[in-house]
């Protein structure tokens, strides 16, 4: 359903050019939902606004392709990428009160695009939205469709972006850090929500988050991104039983645990190196505890059994854990 093969971008800023991603390539299969997961700054959003063809000016794409049913969207012009993303692909972010207006009726808000891209009248939009709040698990659909964003608890919100997402009838939905504004129980219902809407529906799902744990309930699959570069690839149960990578083990050894408050991974030390002038070799090295002098050496993405890990220690590497640190370390 998705291809993204070889996929450069890089971001021309005043300080110079940052490679936001360098080579990646994914495949997201029809019906099948593939989780992207890295810190901030790794590359994920790129990845997600690429694939809708909505990155914005300053982004230059030296090299890549991306297939939607094997259609190329980077050759589109503008008027078949909206066609598309009305249509055939359908965008749900982070932070809900930043993408709903303040001003607008939640009913008129997932309606919307029904009027935009279907010639739906304003009443009839309506009439879809709640049958949409509906259909994401909204109690009083007819009651929240009149309400506004403010009078919406945040889980409420983020149901409602997704029914707005659904209501183009989607194959694909593209899903950016959707569950990363709520607390645990709500993320945990979301979850479930896009699960069941996954099965019920037939969606193909790209589905983006900083935290590995989460991608266990809902991923076929899991990509860990890392400085823009993907490290480690595998079937989810897989990669969180057994994370190859360093910094996969580092992310699983991260992952807030229930009644912990959420941490931002906090125990892999360190920063992201300068995307304006990555390393040469491992771009995780100078974090990475198990680094030796061959980490200097270009690192390439290769089959380790069914799973693709960057690392050429990787072998070595397969039974360590990543270092635990006492509590009060
Ligand atoms: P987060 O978890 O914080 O959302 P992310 O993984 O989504 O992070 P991206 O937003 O894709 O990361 O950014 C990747 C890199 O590209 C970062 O270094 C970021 O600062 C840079 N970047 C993103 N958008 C732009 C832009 N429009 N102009 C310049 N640099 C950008
Ligand atoms: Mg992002």
Redesign the pocket.
Known sequence: MLAIDDLTVR?R?AAGE?E?LSSVSLTVAKGSTLALV?????????VALAAMGLL?P??RLPAGRILFDGQDILTMNAEERRRLRGSRIGLVFQDPFSVLNPSLRIGDQVGEGLIHHRGFTQERAFARAIELLDEVGIINPEAVAKAYPHELSGGMRQRALIAGALASEPELLILD?PTTALDVTIEAQILDLLESLRVRRGLTMLFIS?NLGVVRRIADEVAVLYAGQIVEQGATEDVLQRPVHPYAKGLLAAIPRLGQKKGRLASIPGRLPD?RNPPTGCRFARRCPFATPDSEAPQVLRDIGARKVRCTQAEALRDIAWPVLGEDA
Not at 38 to 46: I, L, N, P
């Open positions: 971001y800023t940052i936001a890295g810190e901030s700054g790794s590359g994920k959003s790129t914005p300053e982004a850090e900083h995307l």
